[in-house]
């Protein structure tokens, strides 16, 4: 066990399986780098952010395939390469990008098993950083999950920290079905203890980081982070908050969230996706659904504005959510009055 | 006037313990206390314990509030006579704040140390040694589905004149999760060999559940490298055990339905903490981390009894032997320490369910202390 | 190249199954018993199976939305293809895919496709996993001309090469994408667009399955040697239209009638045996036979096979969830 980064952490457990399993192959544009350069140097970049460093080195062009920039073709071949015996960890660089390969995953990974009667079984893995707050503006800083939640037959994960990020990938390895991992591009250099041995967390099992009685607050990814510290600062002012890292939004651990805002009686959702069809409006429908008699007041959702994410500094800072907001929605849900009794 | 003063500062429960939060005072300030009476209950992200005064006095300030996260040696609070004067006590806390910040204070103690990896054969195993000086060493042996963690609030007491070890077993925290056989002699083999590796001819053994069997069978094989044998709520002795507190172990992946089994560990229940529990579901996640369980408890506890009857190892023991048992045990009962020769000494504690060793730690390490020295 | 005795009447049986198969479909649409849209293979089957002549269960094919040739050319069953269309649970996929897609993927087949250009980049996937896993497979794009002006096929065309993949991309070029002309919709040719990519091209005569299978049997071979991956151009007609219903408006009239009168392959293949005394039309008329009672009887066991269940329409989204 030692400190590790979130990049440590991804880079561990493709290591860890590759070494594993010799049918786990990776591609993806630069993820070794520099092949056909006239430095003759492979292995230059390990990913455009230094995720896959190393690993070409350790397993060479037989395992590491560097891609041309031509997303629909390789992604399309990760999809083929699952169908028939590999298991593919494809990555996706910016998920921004995947308007170059959406039919690969949308219209083939997704659709094969139930399509073809349940005979198809394709283990991929898709990994793509996303998310706002490294002013890459509008093409580079999307929160697209809540596209692929929205797509029957894929899985979808949005790690919150680097241990979970371990597991959670090695998990998404393992599993016969095709996975989008979606890595917070902000959170590479976050630090935490992470075990130096393979490990797995199953999907579809939220996990609660904090436990309280006054207020629920579903968080995603990196938003769990803004959470914790949203949920520790109203501790000490005598508000506890339950809070829920769902982990993968497909499946969604609804029973989870269910149970804790029937204890509660209070819903914070926190989401870096655009607000609309975003995990906010899901996981408040299921709610108001099934567990309204349990509600001391309004669902708050904690969401960017709708518009795509701005480059300035000062703009994307007003447009993610962060702490203090969440604090604010917590301290708003608490002070909710009926003002109509129930006959 | 300082030698007047006493500091009370945040203990250090455990070797990786690095700040603890002051859950609650349990005296008001002003009030009188006695060295050893508990006088808060400090938090860490492992287990809540009380934290009894280091010496007699009147607690005049309290520092620290409720609810506040301190590093280790950090003040808490301050113990003096009625005699010393606030200014001498307000010099005194300016003086020791000054000198923790600037680091001049801060433990200095080598254990620190992170825990190492030692090879033992095919195995790799996590070991963490503390202290030094000539006196026989200590060794502790965990039980089922535990880590040296558990260990942690007895080894620094054991550590002021000897070397002392604790280590985790094959497929247990973070050793190689091969357990081989899962039986108790296979792991007195590889704890024979972690004692070669680490040129110890002879140790006091500590052993805790499961582990106290293995210490008996380590007694039964190796007796020259058994220098006594402190057997703590031990397998081995009799034939019961609680297999809804095993299989649960082994099946329960989620905090929800693991807290319950874990309860089975502790007369007092506040005692099992979220990060307890959830350092155990992150082991059970580990590859091989089940497997390596299920074999042990087929090996140990076939058709839910104990396999093992060791009772004899015991009684044949030349060194000298004790038996620590809490009078609450849920896992193993107490029953079976009954019918042992005298020159067996029994300490049933009240109020105290499977791990004594952390549930009433200052006992138990007493009773420890005073069976070594 | 000369063909074994048994391969050829293997081939013919594929080909008068498929024809059979396809103008029993054109006539059961017509009656509305079957449901959604159907593409039919008629006129092209020398394509598919002329190349699939040189394939095994290892290697693997991807197909289109005119799949169902391609499917008996690589051996699925025409039962289970029957029921399938019919949307039935003895359906090969069990009635949730359809005409569009059927697959099995343990004879190989990966697919007939809903999505032109579809199938190049699982066909790239499925060559690297013949290369890494070391099987001597090929992997085999067919797709349509209308597909080789999608931006996924020349992106497989590019991958393929650059990672030198025992992939063969065959191109079927029956003049139309949908109702479009391909002297219209195709700029340059396919030979200037292989030779773009520095892969090697060969062309041939798609009613004519012995031109087929000579064009596919040095195509593949050159993949299967690990030569990297080729194109096949395959020159034919379709004869019916886009999908089933279309009235074919945009074709001159006669065009197709003329196909079909003048480039049947299996009229073709009845011939060059005959005049070569490769084989008696006796044993293709027993054939034939036998392929009209096939038929005849996949379309009595569909029409009478059970339909899906309600439980059936959650299964198998996932392999767990």
Same mark, same amino acid.
């Given at each position: 066990?030692?400190?590790?980064?979130?990049?440590?952490?991804?880079?561990?457990?493709?290591?860890?399986?590759?070494?594993?399993?010799?049918?786990?192959?990776?591609?993806?544009?630069? /993820?070794?780098?520099?092949?056909?350069?006239?430095?003759?140097?492979?292995?230059?970049?390990?990913?455009?952010?230094?995720?896959?460093?190393?690993?070409?080195?350790?397993?060479? $062009?037989?395992?590491?395939?560097?891609?041309?920039?031509?997303?629909?073709?390789?992604?399309?071949?990760?999809?083929?390469?699952?169908?028939?015996?590999?298991?593919?960890?494809?990555?996706?660089?910016?998920?921004?990008?995947?308007?170059?390969?959406?039919?690969?995953?949308?219209?083939?990974?997704?659709?094969?098993?139930?399509?073809?009667?349940?005979?198809?079984?394709?283990?991929?893995?898709?990994?793509?950083?996303?998310?706002?707050?490294?002013?890459?503006?509008?093409?580079?800083?999307?929160?697209?999950?809540?596209?692929?939640?929205?797509?029957?037959?894929?899985?979808?994960?949005?790690?919150?920290?680097?241990?979970?990020?371990?597991?959670?990938?090695?998990?998404?390895?393992?599993?016969?079905?095709?996975?989008?991992?979606?890595?917070?591009?902000?959170?590479?250099?976050?630090?935490?203890?992470?075990?130096?041995?393979?490990?797995?967390?199953?999907?579809?099992?939220?996990?609660?980081?904090?436990?309280?009685?006054?207020?629920?607050?579903?968080?995603? *990814?990196?938003?769990?982070?803004?959470?914790?510290?949203?949920?520790?600062?109203?501790?000490?002012?005598?508000?506890?908050?339950?809070?829920?890292?769902?982990?993968? +939004?497909?499946?969604?651990?609804?029973?989870?969230?269910?149970?804790?805002?029937?204890?509660?009686?209070?819903?914070?959702?926190?989401?870096?996706?655009?607000?609309?069809?975003?995990?906010?409006?899901?996981?408040?429908?299921?709610?108001?659904?099934?567990?309204?008699?349990?509600?001391?007041?309004?669902?708050?959702?904690?969401? $960017?504005?709708?518009?795509?994410?701005?480059?300035?500094?000062?703009?994307?800072?007003?447009?993610?959510?962060?702490?203090?907001?969440?604090?604010?929605?917590?301290?708003?849900?608490?002070? @909710?009055?009926?003002?109509?009794?129930?006959? | 006037?300082?030698?007047?003063?006493?500091?009370?500062?945040?203990?250090?429960?455990?070797?990786?313990?690095?700040?603890?939060?002051?859950?609650?005072?349990?005296? $008001?300030?002003?009030?009188?206390?006695?060295?050893?009476?508990?006088?808060?209950?400090?938090?860490?992200?492992?287990?809540?314990?009380? @934290?009894?005064?280091?010496?007699?006095?009147?607690?005049?300030?309290?520092?620290?509030?409720?609810?506040?996260?301190?590093?280790?040696?950090?003040?808490?609070?301050?113990?003096?006579?009625?005699?010393?004067?606030?200014?001498?006590?307000?010099?005194?806390?300016?003086?020791?704040?000054?000198?923790?910040?600037?680091?001049? +204070?801060?433990?200095?103690?080598?254990?620190?140390?992170?825990?190492?990896?030692?090879?033992?054969?095919?195995?790799?195993?996590?070991?963490?040694?503390?202290?030094?000086?000539?006196?026989?060493?200590?060794?502790?042996?965990?039980?089922?589905?535990?880590?040296?963690?558990?260990?942690?609030?007895?080894?620094?007491?054991?550590?002021?004149?000897?070397?002392?070890?604790?280590?985790?077993?094959?497929?247990?925290?973070?050793?190689?999760?091969?357990?081989?056989?899962?039986?108790?002699?296979?792991?007195?083999?590889?704890?024979?060999?972690?004692?070669?590796?680490?040129? /110890?001819?002879?140790?006091?053994?500590?052993?805790?559940?499961?582990?106290?069997?293995?210490?008996?069978?380590?007694?039964?094989?190796?007796?020259?490298?058994?220098?006594?044998?402190?057997?703590?709520?031990?397998?081995?002795?009799?034939?019961?055990?609680?297999?809804?507190?095993?299989? *649960?172990?082994?099946?329960?992946?989620?905090?929800?339905?693991?807290?319950?089994?874990?309860?089975?560990?502790?007369? %007092?229940?506040?005692?099992?903490?979220?990060?307890?529990?959830?350092?155990?579901?992150?082991?059970?996640?580990?590859?091989?981390?089940?497997?390596?369980?299920?074999?042990?408890?087929?090996?140990?506890?076939?058709?839910?009894?104990?396999?093992?009857?060791?009772? $004899?190892?015991?009684?044949?023991?030349?060194?000298?032997?004790?038996?620590?048992?809490?009078?609450?045990?849920?896992?193993?009962?107490?029953?079976?320490?009954?019918?042992?020769?005298?020159?067996?000494? &029994?300490?049933?504690?009240?109020?105290?369910?499977?791990?004594?060793?952390?549930?009433?730690?200052?006992?138990?390490?007493?009773?420890?202390?005073?069976?070594?020295? | 190249?000369?063909?074994?005795?048994?391969?050829?009447?293997?081939? @013919?049986?594929?080909?008068?199954?498929?024809?059979?198969?396809?103008?029993?479909?054109? &006539?059961?649409?017509?009656?509305?018993?079957?449901?959604?849209?159907?593409?039919?293979?008629?006129?092209?089957?020398?394509?598919?199976?002329?190349?699939?002549?040189?394939?095994?269960?290892? %290697?693997?094919?991807?197909?289109?939305?005119?799949?169902?040739?391609?499917?008996?050319?690589?051996?699925?069953?025409?039962?289970?293809?029957?029921?399938?269309?019919?949307?039935?649970?003895?359906?090969?996929?069990?009635?949730?895919?359809?005409?569009?897609?059927?697959?099995?993927?343990?004879?190989?087949?990966?697919?007939?496709?809903?999505?032109?250009?579809?199938?190049?980049?699982?066909?790239?996937?499925?060559?690297?996993?013949?290369?890494?896993?070391?099987?001597?497979?090929?992997?085999?794009?067919?797709?349509?001309?209308?597909?080789?002006?999608?931006?996924?096929?020349?992106?497989?065309?590019?991958?393929?090469?650059?990672?030198?993949?025992?992939?063969?991309?065959?191109?079927?070029?029956?003049?139309?994408?949908?109702?479009?002309?391909?002297?219209?919709?195709?700029?340059?040719?396919?030979?200037?667009?292989?030779?773009?990519?520095?892969?090697?091209?060969?062309?041939?005569?798609?009613?004519?399955?012995?031109?087929?299978?000579?064009?596919?049997?040095?195509?593949?071979?050159?993949?299967?040697?690990?030569?990297?991956?080729?194109?096949?151009?395959?020159?034919?007609?379709?004869?019916?239209?886009?999908?089933?219903?279309?009235?074919?408006?945009?074709?001159?009239?006669?065009?197709?009638?003329?196909?079909?009168?003048?480039?049947?392959?299996?009229?073709?293949?009845?011939?060059?045996?005959?005049?070569?005394?490769?084989?008696?039309?006796?044993?293709?008329?027993?054939?034939?036979?036998? &392929?009209?009672?096939?038929?005849?009887?996949?379309?009595?066991?569909?029409?009478?096979?059970?339909?899906?269940?309600?439980?059936?329409?959650?299964?198998?989204?996932?392999?767990? @969830?």
């Amino acid at each position: 066990m030692s400190k590790k980064s979130f990049r440590q952490a991804i880079n561990e457990a493709l290591r860890q399986e590759m070494q594993r399993d010799p049918r786990v192959i990776l591609m993806g544009e630069d /993820i070794a780098g520099g092949q056909g350069g006239s430095a003759g140097i492979v292995d230059a970049w390990g990913g455009v952010l230094g995720v896959t460093k190393g690993l070409y080195t350790e397993f060479g $062009p037989e395992r590491v395939f560097d891609t041309p920039i031509s997303e629909a073709s390789y992604i399309g071949a990760a999809v083929g390469a699952a169908a028939t015996g590999l298991r593919p960890v494809a990555e996706l660089m910016f998920v921004d990008f995947v308007g170059s390969c959406l039919d690969q995953i949308m219209n083939q990974a997704a659709k094969f098993r139930y399509m073809f009667g349940g005979k198809a079984r394709t283990p991929l893995v898709i990994r793509a950083m996303y998310g706002a707050g490294f002013n890459a503006a509008a093409q580079h800083s999307q929160a697209l999950y809540p596209l692929f939640t929205h797509i029957p037959g894929l899985k979808v994960v949005v790690p919150s920290s680097p241990y979970e990020a371990k597991g959670l990938l090695i998990e998404a390895i393992r599993d016969d079905d095709p996975v989008i991992f979606l890595e917070n591009k902000v959170m590479y250099d976050d630090e935490e203890e992470v075990p130096d041995e393979p490990y797995s967390i199953p999907f579809g099992e939220a996990n609660l980081t904090r436990e309280g009685d006054d207020v629920t607050i579903v968080a995603f *990814g990196r938003m769990v982070n803004f959470a914790n510290e949203a949920a520790d600062r109203l501790e000490k002012d005598g508000i506890s908050c339950t809070v829920i890292d769902p982990r993968t +939004t497909s499946p969604l651990d609804s029973a989870t969230i269910l149970e804790c805002v029937e204890d509660t009686g209070r819903l914070v959702i926190v989401d870096e996706s655009s607000p609309r069809c975003n995990m906010a409006t899901d996981v408040a429908a299921l709610v108001a659904e099934q567990a309204f008699d349990a509600l001391k007041a309004p669902i708050r959702q904690v969401v $960017p504005p709708h518009t795509p994410v701005p480059f300035a500094t000062v703009l994307e800072k007003l447009y993610l959510p962060d702490a203090a907001r969440i604090e604010s929605a917590v301290r708003s849900v608490m002070a @909710y009055k009926k003002t109509k009794q129930d006959a | 006037m300082t030698d007047l003063i006493t500091p009370i500062t945040m203990p250090k429960f455990g070797l990786a313990m690095t700040e603890g939060k002051i859950t609650s005072w349990n005296i $008001p300030s002003g009030a009188h206390v006695e060295a050893g009476q508990e006088i808060a209950d400090i938090e860490t992200t492992k287990i809540t314990n009380g @934290y009894e005064s280091p010496a007699s006095g009147t607690l005049r300030r309290r520092i620290a509030t409720e609810g506040e996260t301190l590093p280790v040696g950090a003040l808490l609070g301050v113990l003096a006579e009625p005699a010393v004067s606030d200014a001498d006590i307000d010099a005194f806390i300016a003086k020791f704040q000054a000198d923790f910040s600037s680091g001049s +204070t801060a433990d200095t103690q080598a254990d620190h140390a992170e825990p190492i990896m030692v090879s033992v054969g095919d195995l790799t195993l996590r070991v963490q040694e503390a202290g030094q000086g000539d006196a026989t060493p200590v060794l502790f042996i965990h039980g089922f589905g535990g880590d040296l963690g558990n260990w942690m609030l007895n080894q620094n007491a054991l550590s002021t004149d000897r070397r002392t070890i604790t280590f985790d077993l094959p497929g247990h925290g973070g050793s190689s999760k091969n357990v081989g056989d899962g039986t108790p002699a296979g792991f007195a083999a590889t704890t024979a060999a972690l004692l070669d590796k680490l040129a /110890i001819t002879s140790v006091h053994v500590v052993a805790h559940s499961l582990g106290g069997a293995i210490a008996l069978d380590l007694a039964r094989t190796c007796p020259q490298k058994v220098a006594s044998l402190s057997l703590i709520a031990p397998a081995g002795l009799g034939q019961g055990i609680n297999m809804d507190f095993i299989e *649960g172990f082994i099946s329960a992946d989620r905090r929800k339905t693991l807290e319950p089994v874990l309860n089975y560990l502790v007369h %007092d229940k506040t005692l099992i903490s979220r990060q307890m529990v959830e350092d155990i579901i992150r082991f059970k996640r580990l590859d091989g981390a089940i497997q390596g369980l299920q074999t042990i408890a087929k090996a140990c506890f076939p058709h839910g009894r104990q396999a093992e009857d060791l009772r $004899p190892v015991l009684v044949s023991f030349s060194g000298p032997a004790q038996i620590i048992w809490g009078e609450a045990d849920e896992v193993l009962s107490p029953d079976d320490a009954k019918n042992l020769p005298d020159t067996i000494p &029994v300490t049933l504690l009240p109020l105290t369910g499977h791990m004594p060793q952390l549930e009433k730690a200052a006992d138990v390490n007493a009773a420890l202390i005073k069976f070594v020295k | 190249m000369q063909i074994a005795h048994d391969i050829l009447l293997r081939s @013919y049986r594929s080909m008068r199954t498929i024809r059979d198969f396809e103008e029993r479909l054109h &006539v059961e649409f017509a009656t509305g018993d079957i449901p959604g849209f159907v593409h039919l293979y008629c006129g092209e089957e020398a394509s598919a199976v002329g190349v699939c002549a040189h394939l095994s269960n290892t %290697d693997t094919i991807a197909s289109t939305h005119r799949g169902h040739g391609h499917c008996i050319a690589k051996g699925v069953g025409v039962d289970g293809m029957m029921a399938e269309i019919y949307g039935r649970k003895t359906g090969v996929c069990h009635g949730k895919g359809g005409s569009m897609h059927i697959a099995d993927l343990s004879l190989g087949m990966l697919g007939a496709n809903g999505i032109v250009g579809g199938g190049p980049p699982l066909i790239c996937g499925a060559a690297l996993s013949h290369k890494v896993l070391k099987d001597g497979g090929v992997a085999v794009a067919f797709y349509g001309d209308g597909a080789s002006n999608e931006g996924t096929t020349l992106e497989s065309l590019n991958l393929a090469m650059v990672w030198q993949l025992p992939a063969v991309f065959v191109c079927e070029d029956n003049g139309y994408g949908e109702a479009t002309g391909a002297s219209y919709a195709c700029a340059g040719t396919q030979k200037a667009r292989a030779a773009g990519f520095g892969m090697p091209y060969f062309d041939c005569d798609g009613t004519d399955f012995f031109a087929v299978h000579e064009a596919a049997g040095q195509a593949i071979a050159h993949a299967r040697a690990g030569h990297g991956p080729v194109m096949l151009h395959v020159h034919l007609a379709r004869w019916y239209g886009h999908f089933e219903g279309d009235a074919m408006t945009y074709r001159a009239n006669g065009e197709a009638a003329r196909e079909r009168a003048e480039h049947d392959c299996l009229q073709n293949f009845r011939k060059h045996v005959t005049e070569t005394s490769l084989l008696d039309l006796s044993a293709l008329d027993d054939i034939d036979t036998s &392929v009209k009672d096939e038929i005849e009887a996949a379309v009595k066991a569909a029409k009478n096979a059970p339909l899906p269940e309600p439980a059936d329409l959650q299964a198998d989204v996932y392999v767990s @969830y």
